[in-house]
């Protein structure tokens, strides 16, 4: 916490879907922020909204480069340098293809982006927070990391691993009284299957026919989670549309 009581976040993936819908809601609530992406022209326009509610500073940076990620975070101004509160939220699914047919560009960017990025982050920040003993980690997960669907393969073993990595995370952490949980949605309607399918209109047709979590849906809960009392954790949810029933029983009106 600052000067005035105020808590500082850091989010990544910020420049749109769930990250942004996050931003938005924690400016809300009087949180500061250091919002992360690549697309600058989409952090300025954040910023540009939300520094009328709070102070907001950008970084951009691909969690996919080591250097980058720590020196983006090395480069934090003094009055940015607390962070209380990480969301690991930047990642992608790259593709939905059967294993031997799977492209390996894909693989690399679902395992480089979701799983090294989220570590590099987190490595760069969790060492201020066991020196203060406090802070909160939260990694978005998914219904894909506690269950495998058909042409899922790598980015479900990405998700799975995210939260394999949050169980350690809390484990090591504990001595230091640090939160850490994982927040996982099921079917959330943001731009994640124009990135899977690289644009192509196959995309259109995913929250078609029934009511998708919308990214303002996971933002609440992730400020819920963040707002609890010093004594509880949001440890792991699972959140899903009334109309998922798993990763791949959905009822569609049409
Ligand atoms: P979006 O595609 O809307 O947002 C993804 C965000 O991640 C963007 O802000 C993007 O920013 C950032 N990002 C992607 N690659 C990189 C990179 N290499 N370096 C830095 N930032 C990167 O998708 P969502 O909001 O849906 O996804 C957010 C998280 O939620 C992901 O981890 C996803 O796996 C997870 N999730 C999504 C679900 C869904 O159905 N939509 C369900 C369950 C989990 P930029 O391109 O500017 O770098
Ligand atoms: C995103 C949910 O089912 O599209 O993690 O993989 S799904």
Redesign the pocket.
């Known amino acids: 916490e600052n000067k005035e009581g105020r808590k500082t976040a850091l989010i990544?993936?910020?420049?749109?879907?769930?990250?942004?819908?996050t931003a938005h809601e924690f400016a809300k609530q009087g949180i500061n922020l250091i919002l992360?992406?690549?697309?600058q022209e989409?952090?300025d326009a954040i910023q540009h909204d939300l520094e009328k509610q709070v102070d907001v500073h950008t970084l951009n940076?691909?969690?996919?480069?080591k250097k980058a990620t720590f020196e983006a975070i090395e480069s934090l101004p003094e009055n940015f340098k607390t962070i209380d509160i990480l969301i690991?939220?930047?990642?992608?699914?790259h593709g939905l293809d059967p294993i031997q047919t799977g492209d390996t560009d894909d693989w690399d960017?679902m395992m480089?982006?979701?799983v090294k990025?989220l570590l590099y982050v987190s490595r760069a920040i969790i060492p201020q927070m066991t020196e203060r003993q406090t802070g909160q980690i939260i990694n978005?997960?998914?219904?894909?990391g506690k269950e495998v669907y058909p042409k899922g393969n790598v980015?479900c073993a990405?998700?799975h691993a995210?939260l394999a990595i949050t169980e350690g995370m809390r484990i090591d952490l504990n001595p230091f009284g640090i939160k850490v949980g994982a927040i996982?949605?099921?079917?959330?309607?943001?731009?994640?299957?124009?990135?899977r399918f690289k644009g192509d209109t196959l995309a259109d047709n995913v929250y078609k026919g029934f009511k998708?979590?919308q990214?303002e849906d996971?933002a609440d809960i992730i400020y819920f989670a963040i707002s609890r009392p010093a004594h509880v954790n949001i440890a792991d949810m699972l959140v899903l549309p009334t109309a998922q029933a798993s990763s791949t029983i959905i009822k569609k009106t049409n």
């Open positions: 990544t993936g910020a420049t749109s879907g769930i990250g942004r819908a992360c992406g690549r697309r989409r952090l940076f691909d969690v996919r480069d690991n939220n930047a990642g992608n699914a960017a480089d982006i979701n990025g978005i997960g998914s219904s894909a980015y990405s998700k995210v996982n949605p099921g079917l959330v309607e943001t731009e994640f299957s124009q990135v998708a979590l990214p996971i």
